[in-house]
Each structure stands twice: as C-alpha cells, then as structure tokens.
C-alpha cells in the first residue's frame, strides 16, 4: 500500500463533508430515517454484539448521522451507561437528538466531531464503534489512530462496513445506473476510501493491526435487508439518500433514466416476496482491543 497523497486526503475531505452536510442529504435522511433503520436492522444488531457491551461503559460512537447505532446502544446501556454520539455537521445529529427525546433516551449527547481529529481525551473511552462510516474515513490510519487513543486500556474497537460490491444492494441500483451515464466516473483510489472498500479480504483487519489494535478479528457475514414498502419507493429512497450517487443520477437523459429505472425494477423484482423486498446484505465486522 503506497503512503498517504495529502492533496487527495484533502480533497476527498473537503468532498465529504459536502455531500453529508448539505440541506438535500440531511432532508432525505428525515424522510427515509424509519425505512432505514428497519432495513438495516441486521447491521445495527451486529455492532451491538460485536461491541461487548456492558453495565457503567463510556461508547464514543462514530459517524452516527441520525442515530444508528447511537440510540440502540444508549437503549441498551441505560441506565448507569453513557453514549457520546459524532457526526460531521449539525444536521444529521440535530434529527438524532429528536429521536432521542421522543424514545425518552437521557444517557447520549452529541458532538459534532470528525474521526481524524476526535476531541475528546486519552483513554477515556470503553468501547469506540462506528457502523457504515470507516468506509468514509479520508485518512483511515490517522483516523484508527484516534479510536486507538480515546480507548481504555482494554477497550474495544468495533466497525462494520458494507462487504463486496457484487451484491445485491450496489447491482440492482447503482451497479445499474454506472451502465447508463455518458462518462462513468474513473476508478477509485485503490488506498483511498471507498464504499466497498473492505469487501477485500483482511483489509479491515491489517488496517486495525496497523493502528496498534490487538486480538483483531474480521468477519464477513450475510444478514437481510427487509424493505417493508414498494420496489419505487426503495428506488425513491436510494436516489433521495445515496449522497455519492446523486451526480450519476443528473448525467441521465430522460430517455437514459427510464431505461435504467426499468432494468432496476426488474432487478429488485427478484426480491420481491409479495409483501417486502427481502435482499440479503454482505456485511464486514471488525473488532480490535487497546493493549
């Protein structure tokens, strides 16, 4: 793996943030958050097992956006266990924090904080979790750094990010689109962050032994992604949310887009049980402990 280019960090940086703090993305996670939350439910249970949660911890929560898995571990915590819950801008935090008043959650605050530059102390931290975030890390050494730091001696580190590309939940959508654009965006950084960046195997795993974890351990495991609505509406909700797919989806002509919005329903037809859209989800776990 060759070493860090600064200017691309930057760049992708500065990228990131844009896309996951603007008005659009933050309305579109108000209005899809429930549909979400129940289709990803197998993810959130996962980093809860993985975390090894117990009585009185402190849990630094990474990347939480509106609240998954924030809330679920300050639920199961409660009452004596405390949850700091991170994003990168006010937005997503600021519907993560009605959520927790309407489920009347009083063990969590919020923080506006990036994963690089975390400001809290040393060793300060029983558990670090973050659940589809590192994949978004723009300098995922530096950024493992600080979950090391915050940490107890100890403590545990828990991430699950998204497995393979070649999996239902990128081909019957975004898979699809990529065949229609006019110009397909080039290759990603192989060293650079990417959503399926850790469907190569151990590369979340030699990512955390590089930052000093121990007692790693890494985990692909397939859970399912229940859509308890229409196939249009999953599309609706996947061209609303998926920030990074949006500039694909405005290099469509109108002709372009209904050629591909057929081929996606039939696609998402094949998991169409008569009730829900049933799609399994590759998932990566990765756990590592502070020395």
């Known amino acids: 793996m060759s070493a860090p280019d600064p200017a691309k960090i930057q760049k992708f940086r500065e990228h990131l943030h844009q896309e996951w703090t603007v008005d659009r993305t933050i309305a579109a996670w108000r209005k899809w958050h429930a549909q979400i939350a129940a289709f990803t439910h197998g993810a959130t249970e996962a980093i809860l097992e993985a975390a090894h949660l117990g009585p009185g911890m402190r849990v630094l929560d990474l ?14 915590l409660a009452p004596s266990g405390r949850v700091t819950a991170t994003d990168l801008g006010p937005g997503m935090i600021s519907l993560a924090e009605e959520l927790a008043r309407n489920r009347g959650i009083t063990n969590i605050e919020f923080r506006e904080a990036s994963a690089e530059s975390l400001p809290f102390p040393g060793e300060s931290y029983d558990v670090v ?58 290759p990603p950084d192989p060293d650079g962050p990417s959503l399926f960046m850790f469907g190569e195997a151990d590369r979340l795993r030699r990512a955390l032994e590089a ?31 998926a920030a990074p797919f949006r500039p694909l989806l405005e290099q469509l002509t109108a002709e372009k887009m209904a050629q591909a919005k057929a081929e996606i329903f039939a696609a998402l037809k094949k998991f169409w049980n008569g009730k829900e859209l049933d799609m399994p989800l590759e998932i990566t776990i990765g756990t590592g402990m502070r020395p």
Not at 63 to 73: E, H, N, T
Not at 213 to 238: C, D, K, L, P
Request: aromatic share 12%; with cysteine; glycine share 8%.
């Open 63 to 76: 990347a939480s956006g509106v609240g998954d898995p924030a809330l679920s571990i300050a639920a199961e």
């Open 129 to 186: 979790t973050c659940r589809f975030g590192i994949m978004f890390f723009p300098d995922l050494p530096r950024a493992l750094r600080e979950c090391f730091r915050v940490l107890k001696p100890g403590g545990r580190a828990a991430f699950v990010a998204w497995g393979k590309k070649e999996q239902p939940f990128f081909t019957t959508t975004a898979g699809i689109i990529l065949k229609h654009v006019p110009a397909p965006p080039p």
């Open 211 to 241: 930052a000093g974890f121990s007692n790693v351990h890494e985990e692909v495991r397939i859970i399912a992604g229940r859509w308890r609505a229409t196939t249009e509406e999953y599309w609706e909700q996947f061209s609303e949310v």
